[in-house]
C-alpha cells in the first residue's frame, strides 16, 4: 500500500529512543522529511546522522519540552528546515512513578513531562499544519483504561490526552486536520529491557508479563506500534479522527478469564 506520505515534513517528540525511534525510522522509511525532537543529544545525533547517511531528510533538535522556549526551537527550526510541518507525533514522555505520596509540585512536574508540551507545539504547530491539512497523532498509555498505582501524575498526563484527541478533532475538523492516538500498553523498548533486567527473577517477571498478553503471549513491538502512528498519519486514513486506537495484544479490554490460566 502506498501511504503517500513521500515528501511530508514530521515532527517526533521523543523521536530517538525506544518507540519514538521506531516511529522516526517508519515515516524516514516512508520517504518523509523527519524532524527529531528530543532531550537525549547523542542518540538523536546519531539517529539523524544514520538516516541522513541512507539518503533521508532529517534533521535533529535538541529539546526539554518542558521548556517553552525549546518547543519554539522546534517548530521554527522544522519551519527553517523544511518549510512547514504535515505531521507532529507527540510521542515524548515516560512513566514516573508520580504517586499519591509525592508533593502536588512533584505532580505538576509530571504533567510538565507529559501534557504540557503536547499542548504547546500543538499550540504553535497549528497555523502551519492549518495551512498544510496536516494532522496530529499520540502516543498515549493504557494507565488511562486500567490505572497503574504510584503513578498519578502520568496517569493524569495521558488521561488529558485522550481528552484532546477528541477536543482537538472538534476544533481542527474545519480544516481538515484529524488528530488520532494510538495507546500502547506493554512495548518492549531498550529501556523496558534495562529496567526489566534491573530486577531479581527478571525472567520470572518477564514471563509474569507476557502471560497477561492475549495476543501471542508477547510483548508488542516498537515497530508495531510505529506501522499503526504512520498509517493514522497517512491519507489511507482519511476519515479517522477522534479515534483512540489501541496497538496491544488485547491487554486492555480482552477477558480476564483468558490470560489468567
Ligand atoms: N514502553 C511501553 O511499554 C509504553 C507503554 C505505554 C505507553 N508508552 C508511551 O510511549 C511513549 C514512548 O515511550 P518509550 O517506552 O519509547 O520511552 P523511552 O524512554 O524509551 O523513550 C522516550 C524518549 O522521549 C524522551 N523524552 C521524554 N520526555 C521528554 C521531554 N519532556 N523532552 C524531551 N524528550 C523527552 C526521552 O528522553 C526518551 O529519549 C511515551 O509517551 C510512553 O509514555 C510506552
Known amino acids: 500500500m502506498d501511504l503517500h506520505l513521500q515528501d ?16 522516526t525510522r517508519c515515516f524516514a522509511s ?5 524532524v527529531v525532537a528530543n532531550r537525549s543529544t547523542e542518540a538523536g545525533i546519531a539517529l539523524v546522522a544514520e538516516l541522513k547517511a541512507a539518503g533521508a531528510a532529517a534533521h535533529f533538535v535538541q529539546a ?14 522544522t519551519i527553517e528546515q523544511f518549510g512547514g510541518i504535515d505531521v507532529l507525533v507527540h510521542n515524548a514522555g ?5 504517586g499519591l505520596d509525592r508533593s502536588p509540585d512533584d505532580f505538576m512536574r509530571s504533567i510538565e513531562n507529559n501534557l ?3 499542548y504547546t507545539l500543538t499550540h504553535m504547530a497549528q497555523e502551519s499544519l492549518k495551512a ?28 488529558g490526552m485522550n481528552a484532546l484527541t477528541r477536543e482537538w478533532a472538534v476544533d481542527l475538523a474545519p480544516h481538515g486536520i484529524r488528530v488520532n492516538t494510538v495507546v500502547p500498553a506493554e512495548v518492549w523498548t531498550p529501556m523496558y529491557e534495562r529496567w526489566l533486567n534491573s530486577l531479581e527473577r527478571s525472567a520470572e517477571v518477564r514471563k509474569g508479563i507476557e502471560q497477561l498478553i492475549p495476543l501471542e503471549r508477547r510483548f508488542t513491538t516498537s515497530e508495531e506500534i510505529a506501522d499503526t502512528v504512520t498509517f493514522l498519519a497517512s491519507d489511507r486514513s482519511s476519515h479517522t479522527t477522534g479515534q483512540i486506537i489501541y496497538v496491544d495484544g488485547g491487554y486492555t479490554h480482552l477477558d480476564r478469564a483468558f490470560t489468567s490460566t
Open 8 to 23: 511530508k515534513v514530521v515532527i517526533i517528540t521523543g523521536g530517538a529512543k525506544g518507540i519514538g525511534e521506531a516511529i
Open 30 to 34: 516512508e520517504g518523509c522529511r523527519v
Open 64 to 77: 526539554e519540552l518542558r521548556e517553552e522556549a525549546a518547543c519554539r526551537r522546534v517548530i521554527d527550526e
Open 94 to 98: 515516560g512513566n514516573d512513578a508520580v
Open 116 to 118: 504540557l508540551h503536547v
Open 132 to 159: 498544510r491539512k496536516g494532522c496530529i497523532v499520540n502516543v498515549g498509555s493504557k494507565v488511562v483504561d486500567t490505572g497503574q498505582g504510584h503513578t498519578s501524575g502520568y496517569a493524569a498526563a495521558k488521561g
